[in-house]
């Protein structure tokens, strides 16, 4: 199933113009009048596209990004953790959009989306809440640190709080006896409802979900002197620590939420790709258009990773690294891996394929390394329980993988039918569970064709190991009957 930040004819949530998703929450389900949706079955799960409509029901209008700037038309996805402190529980979810044309005079405004996400009779739904628009400043990447969205804009990152509640609406009089009153149901007879006729009669509209945004704090995150622009931002799992990686090459570490510059060391000689922090703040994990993958500890430098140690086919420089995330180990405590993505340097009318690595999150050796198709990767997500792994490609594909075995779940093929350019998981807590239905994962995707689409894969049926051994024990025991009668004296 699919999920568009604005909804996709075929595997859509909702569409929207210059959009990233970037927040995910819960709050109760809306009308279903608000969505059309179709569902389609494919390969390893099901896609479901939504046309999202604004609250008056008109369609959102979102369309396609016509860009000069490729690096304008990017998008992001992230999901707006359920401990958020000002987390409602009447909330189903929130996605947070975000995008633009920039500077440029491309007919696309700069700014962020907030959408609700709602399940109604089974059928997932988007509603636009809120725009928020960000001048001339187009967000490249962002990161979602509780109700905080740090955001890549040019030269700065810029954070921005947002909250949303949900606000009471004045009770509305309908017109008295003898006014025409089509939508409204009228006590009929000699007496109103408060025992005088002809009187008001009270209707109560519904509750009405507010987003409020505000400005506040901007760091200068990138120092490059021709077009400056912040590439990835991301904080860390307990919110202390905000990282930037910009074009110049450079990492900034700054705390939060005071913003003080804590240090900022030169990763790389080119421009970043990505960048994550190990969950105990130890490591720093970068990646650059260098062909390298650097752990540093603090600021200095730990290990240079090398993926193809062992895989002499591979020659120097022919691929780099494109995307690296730390994630947890499912009923393994005090495991931890990293995983890395590597994609060719060069494209050729024959592509080779892509790799994604799996390392000990801890000692950096490497554990596992599997292709995953020609097709180039795009961007990378992991599942909060680090069971599960999204790629998206260039091409428009969307792909989840088993973390243990880097084997492939599930696939799209041209799901987007142009760059995939971020992803996201529905958290694995409680508080999803209305949203991901009965479904084992749920996936989140964005691209540059402004559509956000969700993926979903059904529980996999299992028996229980004490069904499958007493079926195995029957087995045998036939087996030896179905000899003795057929041979006496067999046994």
Known sequence: MNVTSHYDRENLLCEQRRSHIVGLMYRPCCSPERCLRETEEVDGGSLTNVVVRDPVGKDSG???KHCNNW????ERVHRHRPESRDHKAAWTGLIITAGGGGASKTGIKNGMHFLSLDV?????????LHTHETDTRATMCMSLGGDVIAAGQDANCSLMRFNHHVAKQAKKPTAKDGAGDKGAARKRGGKGQNGDGGGDVAQMKEDSPQIVVEDVGSVQADLSPQEPCVKCVRFSADLTLLLSGGADGFVRVWEFPSLKEKFSFKAHKDELEDIDISPDNKHIVTVGRDFECSVWSGDQLAVGLCWHE???QIAEKMYRYKS???AKVEDQKDALRLYTVQIPHKRDRKPPPCYISKWDGRAFLPLLTKSCGNEVISCLTVSDSGTFLGLGTVTGSVAIYIA?????????????GIVVTDLTFLPDAPKSKAVKGNNEVVLLSVAVDSRCQMHAVSNRSSFPLWLVLSFCGLMVVGVILLLQSLFPGFI
């Open 404 to 416: 243990f075995s880097l084997q492939k779940l599930y696939y799209i093929q041209e799901s987007h």
């Open 62 to 64: 979102m369309s396609t």
């Open 324 to 326: 690296c995330r730390f």
């Open 120 to 128: 109604v009779g089974g059928v997932h739904s988007a509603t636009l």
């Open 310 to 312: 062992n895989m002499p």
């Open 71 to 74: 690096s304008k038309r990017l």
